[in-house]
């Protein structure tokens, strides 16, 4: 059984953006209670921190911060329509950002296996000059500089698979070849960035693999996708370190989104992560919660991906599904970069 690492805590609450906001307290309040009731050998508590201003400077910039930092204390103020603080978001969102940060420390120390991130608020939106769609700091490129810059890696695997593109993580990286970012998200949708042409600019060409998914997809559409697109293109790659942005929207109870996924379909996504970790990156792997917004698709994906950070499903064979090609236009784009079978 591999050692998971976890990272949940109270103050998560304490950020408020509002009565009826999807992206609310009870969230962690929901994962709180079903983490205390969940049992798993391996599974070791990491305490959060709070990332330092030079931390996240490796992403955004000094502006950017100091407008967040300058809500610390008020009751109340918007980025934007969808984006609101309160008195104790900044340091909420240092604390998710930090919380990050601690368990790749753990991981890469060899204290843990792998680790996942219970936070909030979320981050892959948020830009080098700008909060948008509920993120505040964008935990995981953040994350992924920092394993650069402290720990001197040259590949990293950013996978995001929420419901939504990742603006923000894409365009951390988007002419770096040093992170390979891919994303599953509907499309089209919020925030309208993340086509199937987006593939990175200048040295980072190739290295932004963007599957846009239409409403109504489900587990073995994503099967597929990871299995034939996302599988091959990220072993060419070699990753140092497997991060991924775990955002559980696309579960078919959520109420943001059109996709079908289950809890079960995001266990199927996790093993292929976890075997690309395990055959390229000596198993080390760190999830973190981006979406997800019905508390109980929220709750059963959460356990089910933690279940297979366990590792003893890990060369379980995944269901069988059609072999009918899927999302042609990706594939023909990213041959240009990546070797993919005809049957992609």
């Known amino acids: 059984m591999l050692r998971t690492g976890l990272v949940i805590d109270t103050r998560y609450q304490d950020h408020q ?49 100091g407008r967040v930092a300058a809500t610390a204390g008020q009751p109340g103020f918007a980025f934007d329509a969808d984006t609101q603080v309160s008195a104790l978001s ?11 940060l601690a368990i790749l420390d ?13 936070v909030r608020p979320p981050g892959h939106h948020a830009e080098r000059n700008r909060a948008m769609g509920f993120c505040l700091f964008n935990s995981a490129a953040i994350g992924a500089q920092y394993l650069r810059e402290r720990f001197g890696l040259s590949r990293v695997l950013l996978m995001d698979w929420d419901l939504h593109h990742g603006n923000g993580s894409q365009h951390s990286f988007y002419d770096d070849p040093g992170v390979l970012y891919a994303s599953t998200h509907q499309y089209p949708y919020y925030p309208g960035t993340g086509a199937a042409e987006d593939v990175g600019r200048g040295a980072g060409a190739g290295y932004t693999v963007n599957l846009p998914i239409p409403a109504g997809w489900g587990d073995a559409e994503y099967q ?19 991060l991924i942005s775990a955002g559980f929207d696309a579960h078919a109870r959520d109420p943001l989104g059109g996709l079908r996924m289950t809890e079960a379909g995001f266990g199927g996504l996790a093993r292929v992560l976890l075997r690309i970790a395990r055959d390229h990156a000596g198993g080390r792997c760190a999830a973190l919660l981006e979406g997800g917004y019905d508390l109980t698709g929220l709750e059963k994906s959460t356990l089910r991906v933690l279940d297979e950070m366990g590792g003893e499903q ?14 042609p236009q990706v594939v023909s784009v990213q041959r240009a970069y990546w070797e993919l079978a005809d049957k992609s």
């Open 106 to 118: 753990a991981v890469m120390d060899g204290e843990v296996d792998n680790g996942f991130g219970l």
């Open 17 to 65: 953006p509002g009565q009826q906001h999807p992206e609310r307290p009870a969230r962690i309040g929901s994962l709180l209670r079903a983490v205390e009731s969940y049992r798993r050998p391996g599974l070791t508590s990491v305490s959060p921190r709070l990332a330092s201003e030079d931390e996240i400077g490796l992403i955004h910039d000094t502006a950017h911060i």
């Open 314 to 327: 890990l060369d379980t064979p995944l269901p069988e599904v059609a072999s009918r090609p899927l999302l």
């Open 90 to 100: 900044y340091d909420t969102a240092r604390l998710a950002t930090g919380g990050l």
């Open 224 to 242: 597929h996708l990871f299995e034939m697109i996302l599988d091959p293109i990220c072993r060419q790659f070699d990753p140092q370190f497997v």
